[in-house]
């Protein structure tokens, strides 16, 4: 047997338990009294009791340990110490039973319990559509759950970027109204003399271009949900045809006088301060009630940036199944992404997930491979010296590929030091091997440890015009110089 939302009352002085019992049933409460032996039965019975105990239970402090998702009162003159930290203790009633004291009291059993969680099929589709774990987001699934199922028309207020129309949808889903049809329309996207043949149809030449009739926004949202975004955009005039229809629930195609029931549910959005409008005369503040019934305001992603780890993993899957490619991100490159300010909001993070899946694919992302107005952290300083390595071997295979005397030259000419043949006494060596053999590595450091000699000195010690002339990166010749012990003076 499933007893519902009760709140049960288990005391042993039977007389002021009767008492209670006839102020709850007053106010309007469902209770009734249950003994301490089948008190652990009644609870597993209901769905989602609220539990009234005498504070002389021997068995108080147990009992609530033990169901935790439960809230819980006492009947008694004091405050019970050893109760006293624990989230589902909401505090004390004492005699005489007043109104006041209940309501402030069952006003916080109804707070606890509308925190619990309440797993459902729409709950899990709301995570899957809104993605995120903040308390932001839970409070946004929560107002969706609350007015979904209503027929209030809702105001989706937000930055661009931030997903209105994700929200839109997620609130037609949940409704009663979800087999029918959810039709958006921007109502800054069209111009002001063809919104009103947008939202309600035309009949046949009704103006010039009409060459056949045509269903309406309106009409073919009809058994479903109208989104109208970005209702701040839409012209003074079709404001107040608007509101007549929001009002009347009725409209007429351009053209005709043929009343037609607007059978739809209506949600707004705009990125725009619509009181602000109003104070400016730009916003009607009759349309703006009519619209405002159940506001919900959408975070901008600067105001939750805990949950783009979790939007980075949605985005990369989504992105992946487009472009056949997968990327991860280094934890580095993740908190730096943290620290941005988004102006563009989620779109914005979208953009760069597929520019980032279509550079880098099946790689790991890290700092350095983000965009520069993206790097709020220090990048790895690792460079590889790739390009000195082919360097070299491209030297070694120069020397080494001739056999005549020319090849002195050739190198002398590689290292630019043509007309200054005292300085070649390491090249020469490379290039006549002797019988007893040479240490190659040190020839080698020799040739580069000149030229970098030369290059500061052609420079003026000028580090990133020596590198620039050498052909490397200044990081790169500062590694060098570091392995050498040379300084630029």
Not at 29 to 34: F, I, T
Not at 297 to 304: A, D, G, T, W
Not at 347 to 352: A, H, T
Not at 412 to 436: H, K, V, W
Request: some cysteine.
């Amino acid at each position: 047997m499933d007893l519902g939302k009760t709140i049960l009352v288990c005391d042993s002085n039977q007389h002021r338990s009767n008492a209670l019992l006839t102020v709850l049933q007053f106010i309007g409460e469902q209770s009734r009294c249950c003994q301490q032996d089948e008190l652990s039965t009644m609870l597993a019975q209901s769905t989602n009791p609220i539990l009234i105990a005498d504070g002389k239970l021997s068995q108080l402090s147990s009992l609530v340990n033990e169901n935790p998702l439960v809230p819980m009162m006492v009947i008694g003159p004091d405050e019970i110490e050893c109760l006293h930290g624990r989230s589902n203790y909401l505090g004390v009633i004492r005699e005489p039973f007043g109104y006041d004291q209940l309501t402030r009291l069952l006003h916080r059993a109804q707070t606890f319990l509308a925190q619990l969680p309440r797993p459902s099929k729409s709950a899990v589709k709301l995570s899957r559509d809104l993605v995120g774990k903040g308390i932001a987001m839970q409070e946004i699934r929560h107002l969706i759950d609350q007015v979904a199922h209503t027929s209030a028309n809702v105001l989706i207020l937000g930055e661009s970027g931030t997903g209105k129309e994700v929200v839109a949808r997620a609130v037609h889903e949940q409704s009663s109204c979800s087999d029918g049809p959810f039709v958006p329309i921007n109502c800054g996207a069209i111009p002001a003399e063809l919104l009103e043949s947008e939202l309600f149809g035309h009949e046949k030449g009704a103006f010039t271009g009409a060459f056949a009739s045509r269903k309406g926004r309106f009409e073919l949202a009809e058994g479903g949900t109208l989104f109208l975004d970005e209702i701040g955009d839409m012209p003074m005039p079709m404001q107040v045809k608007l509101l007549r229809v929001l009002q009347e629930r009725v409209f007429e195609r351009v053209g005709s006088s043929k009343i037609i029931k607007a059978d739809v549910r209506i949600i707004a959005a705009t990125h725009r301060n619509l009181e602000a409008m109003i104070s400016d005369g730009n916003f009607r503040e009759d349309l703006f009630y009519r619209l405002n019934v159940f506001p919900i305001e959408v975070p901008s992603l600067r105001e939750r940036s805990d949950d783009i780890p979790i939007l980075l993993q949605e985005l990369v899957t989504r992105h992946s199944q487009q472009h056949q490619a997968m990327i991860r991100f280094t934890q580095r490159s993740v908190e730096s992404l943290m620290l941005h300010g988004w102006p563009g909001n989620i779109r914005e993070l979208s953009n760069l997930v597929e520019r980032l899946v279509i550079l880098h694919p099946n790689q790991i992302v890290d700092v350095g491979d983000l965009p520069p107005k993206y790097r709020h952290i220090d990048g790895d300083d690792f460079e590889p010296n790739v390009a000195d390595l082919l360097t070299e071997r491209d030297a070694l295979m120069a020397m080494f590929s001739e056999t005549n005397d020319d090849s002195s030259s050739a190198l002398a000419s590689i290292a630019g030091m043509e007309n200054e043949p005292s300085r070649l006494d390491a090249s020469s060596l490379a290039c006549r091997l002797p019988d007893e053999g040479i240490n190659l590595k040190d020839v080698l450091s020799e040739i580069e440890v000149d030229l970098i000699r030369q290059a500061l000195e052609q420079q003026d010690g000028v580090v990133a015009r020596a590198a620039e002339q050498l052909k490397m990166r200044r990081t790169t010749l500062v590694e060098k110089m570091k392995k050498y012990q040379l300084t630029k003076d």
